[in-house]
């Protein structure tokens, strides 16, 4: 059991044995940021200075087993807690990725030169432990009171380029203006040697922290920073679209306006990354499909020709090939609710579409955003009703017993080439709605007419 109820109690004591040998704490980064904005946060750094590593060390054991995460990062942890504990540091650059830094460990360096190499000034914010005081040495308070991301050093920030996706998605997360100064620089690095790992923990945080994932990509497109990791996203811009449909003008603003709709619904979903991925990447087919056709402007097919086009992009920001699939399933499936519901299809049509949907509640709430992240010329026609309805209903048939494989095997039929064949029959009279009784005396009947 741990000695201390929380990280800021732990905190206070290392602080306090810190001070006995002249040295200081102070609160840094995130977590100073969120406390002024009155915002709860469960990442706790603290930055020790005035000491040297070996009179650090000494004392977290007092409080602990120690966990060093890199002695010459000067960065540890007590276990059982999850208050990062560092000392001041010098970077220099050798590389242009994200990792690629010399580091040095010097507690004797000053709040301002260590200050001073943090990203942003809004991070740039320090708070001794002990007192409460707010160490302000690049005007962050200032800039978060006014909702400001400005950058703290152009050199420093410059050397490291996540600092481009991190900028789009504070503005995001917390609805802030990047200084144009910020946004000057932003558009000069180059983001092309950085992991795919980096970049998809960034977007990953700008599309589910953010109510307005679209401030995010605004952003980036703003800084001409699409290209290479977004290139199926810059690819619709200008695209245009039927204004019957999409009065809201090219497949790029239909696009922001969906995921910021999609944003709304995220946590109904079983996968909230997956769902909003298909947000942003449902109508990338339309840069391929688009056409006039008999004086209209169509996209014919585009969620499934546009497959191959999701699919670089996915595998381009990711490894997870469970999160691939689902967002490929799902963008194929993307217009098929909307459209069901608009010719008020009967109940095997839907309930072929939701047994083809790894997530049939997912592709309703996509159905939903897709729907009111456009303007239309007659105005918007919900389809919730009827598409929640009809879940309702598919749901309740695949919660009852349905026949299986063992079904089969317990009146005789034996496995073979064709089992397979038999279940998919079986599964359509499921899916038709027809109680388990009657289905394995029809499935019986169809595998006998088979032979």
């Known amino acids: 059991m741990n000695k201390y109820k929380n990280e800021t109690e732990l905190a206070r004591a290392i602080a306090e044995a810190v001070s006995i040998h002249g040295g200081v704490c102070y609160y840094v980064g995130g977590y100073v940021r969120d406390s002024l904005m009155g915002v709860e946060s469960k990442d706790i750094d603290m930055e020790v200075h ?66 001073e190499r943090r990203d942003f000034t809004i991070n740039a914010l320090m708070q001794n432990v002990l007192t409460g005081e707010i160490i302000d040495h690049f005007a962050g308070k200032a800039d978060l009171e006014n909702g400001i991301i400005r950058h703290v050093n152009d050199v420093s920030f410059a050397e490291d380029p996540l600092r481009v996706l991190r900028a789009a998605q504070f503005a995001a997360r917390f609805d802030f203006v990047i200084a144009e100064e910020t946004v000057a620089l932003c558009s000069k690095m180059d983001l092309t040697a950085l992991s795919k790992e980096r970049i998809e923990t960034e977007l990953e945080k700008a599309l589910l922290k953010a109510d307005k994932p679209s ?68 109508d990338y087919g339309k840069t391929i499909c688009t056409e006039i056709v008999d004086g209209r402007i169509r996209s014919i097919g585009h969620e499934t020709k546009g497959l191959p086009l999701v699919e670089a992009f996915l595998n381009r ?54 729907n009111y992240g456009r303007i239309m010329a007659n105005g918007t026609i919900p389809h919730e009703d009827f598409l929640f309805e009809r879940l309702e209903i598919f749901n309740t048939i695949m919660a009852k017993p349905y026949v299986q494989g063992r079904d089969l095997i317990e009146v005789g039929i034996e496995p073979s080439e064709k089992f397979g064949e038999h279940l998919e029959y079986a599964h359509k009279l499921r899916l038709a709605g027809m109680e388990k009784e009657d289905a394995l005396k029809q499935t019986l009947a169809y595998i006998r007419k088979r032979k």
């Open 50 to 115: 005035g000491v040297s590593p070996n009179i650090l060390t000494d004392i977290l054991l007092r409080f602990g087993e120690v966990i060093s995460i890199g002695a010459s990062f000067g960065i540890y942890n007590i276990k059982g807690y999850s208050l990062d504990i560092a000392m001041p540091r010098k970077e220099t650059a050798r590389g242009a990725g994200h990792r690629d830094f010399d580091v040095f460990v010097d507690p004797f360096i000053g709040t301002e030169k260590a200050a």
């Open 215 to 282: 401030v995010f990509f605004e952003n980036l497109r703003k800084m001409n920073q699409l290209d290479y990791w977004f290139k199926e996203l810059k690819d619709i811009i200008g695209v245009q679209q039927n204004p019957q449909f999409h009065a809201e003008g090219d497949v790029w603003t239909h696009t922001i306006m969906v995921l910021d709709e999609a944003a709304k619904y995220r946590d109904k979903a079983e996968n909230p990354k997956g769902f909003m991925l298909i947000a942003l990447c449902h």
């Open 317 to 370: 920001i990711t490894t997870e090939t469970k999160l691939i699939n689902y967002v490929l399933n799902l963008c194929a499936l993307h217009m098929k609710p909307n459209a069901l519901a608009g010719m008020n299809a009967g109940v095997k049509s839907t309930n072929k579409m939701f047994d083809q949907a790894q997530d049939p509640t997912a592709l309703v709430y996509m159905a939903m955003a897709d």
